[in-house]
């Protein structure tokens, strides 16, 4: 079984400061990471995803991820945070040998960003 | 492309009621799924289907029954709703595991059912 777990549930930060979201996942394989975002009132989106290669994965609005094997983690992060970054974060994986495509995700965290 | 599309957006029950969450999408996606999510819990799988003819249970799928007819059609059916089934439920479809974005889910925008 695979299972994600994101530390924090509720952090808040001012305009320009550092991001660092933690995700922990417990799978004995193969596994594809990812990150969505949930803006208040919305459905969920993409942020960015990880599936071979660099472990250090680039997506939208200047979000990236880093992917560290040896400690099971895939934690987010965004240098300089904005107002409109205000939304909930989820961590999810999907580890191979799971059928449909089955998505576990994390808890969430709860991000407000004060102007 | 509408994406995924789902009905109700929101919808009040009374206990023991029943109904459909509709869900459907137009991308051709073998695999789709429904996920409820409630506060502190993230999404947790409710049911799934790699494609027309063929579900599964996730993690939670008391209290609801699927049926996937169609690749285009995977509705949702409480039987007898609870209170404990007040929850925000997605949708999601995905292109199958052999595709280059396996795994990465399309969502719905989500049905608020609430049930007193």
């Known amino acids: 079984a695979q299972s994600v777990s994101q530390h924090n549930h509720h952090v808040i930060l001012s305009e320009a400061a550092s991001l660092e979201l933690g995700c922990n996942y417990s799978y004995g394989g193969t596994v594809n990471l990812f990150w969505y975002v949930q803006y208040p009132g919305q459905h969920l989106q993409l942020l960015l995803k990880y599936f071979s290669g660099d472990p250090l994965v680039k997506g939208i609005k200047g979000f990236e991820a880093e992917f560290i094997k040896s400690k099971f983690s895939f934690n987010l992060r965004k240098p300089s945070v904005q107002w409109s970054d205000t939304a909930e974060y989820f961590c999810a994986v999907n580890g191979f040998g799971n059928a449909g495509n089955m998505l576990t995700f994390g808890g969430g965290t709860r991000l407000m960003v004060k102007p | 492309n509408a994406g995924v599309t789902q009905t109700p957006k929101f919808q009040v029950l009374k206990t023991g009621q029943s109904m459909t969450l509709q869900c459907a999408q137009d991308m051709n996606h073998e695999y789709m799924s429904w996920y409820r999510q409630d506060p502190g819990m993230g999404l947790r799988l409710i049911h799934y289907?790699?494609?027309?003819?063929?579900?599964d249970q996730g993690e939670v799928p008391n209290g609801y029954n699927v049926s996937r007819s169609t690749t285009e059609d995977f509705p949702l059916r409480l039987l007898s709703a609870a209170p404990s089934q007040t929850s925000v439920y997605f949708c999601?479809?995905?292109?199958?595991?052999?595709?280059?974005?396996?795994?990465?889910?399309?969502f719905g925008e989500g049905s608020r059912l609430t049930v007193l």
């Open positions: 999601a479809s995905s292109y199958s595991r052999e595709g280059g974005s396996a795994g990465e889910l399309f």
């Open positions: 289907s790699v494609g027309a003819g063929i579900t």
